[in-house]
Nanobody, 116 residues
Framework: QVQLVESGGGLVQAGGSLRLSCAAS????????MNWFRQVPGKARESVAT????????YYADSVKGRFTISRDNAKNMVYLQMNSLKPEDTSLYYC?????????WGQGTQVTVSS
């Protein structure tokens, strides 16, 4: 079955960095684009970044452009989100997702908290 497992979240001071990881299994990883979303309780989920099958970043939210970098390793079935210059407004639950078989699959999420 499709599984997406995020890791790497934590508590960091404003201006700091974190690297999120997502381990994918149960599907042909290299054939699908991958996404990072985030959600704060009570607010809509926000698309953060998308990477193509071959590893080209194809979307960044305006709020993260120049600070976040999405990447993937198709040999390891991993997707990453390098987050630099973090701001308190980046505090959220971050999810790894992919679209296949006519639906969007989500991981369980990893919490990122940025203190001011």
């Amino acid at each position: 079955q499709v599984q997406l497992v995020e890791s790497g979240g934590g508590l960091v001071q404003a201006g700091g960095s974190l690297r999120l990881s997502c381990a994918a299994s149960g599907f042909s990883f290299s054939n699908y684009a991958m996404n990072w979303f985030r959600q704060v309780p009570g607010k809509a989920r926000e698309s953060v970044a998308t990477i193509s099958r071959s590893g080209d970043p194809i979307y960044y939210a305006d709020s993260v452009k120049g600070r976040f970098t999405i990447s993937r390793d198709n040999a390891k079935n991993m997707v990453y989100l390098q987050m630099n210059s973090l701001k308190p407004e980046d505090t959220s639950l971050y999810y790894c997702t992919t679209d296949l078989y006519g639906r969007r699959y989500w991981g369980q999420g990893t919490q990122v908290t940025v203190s001011s």
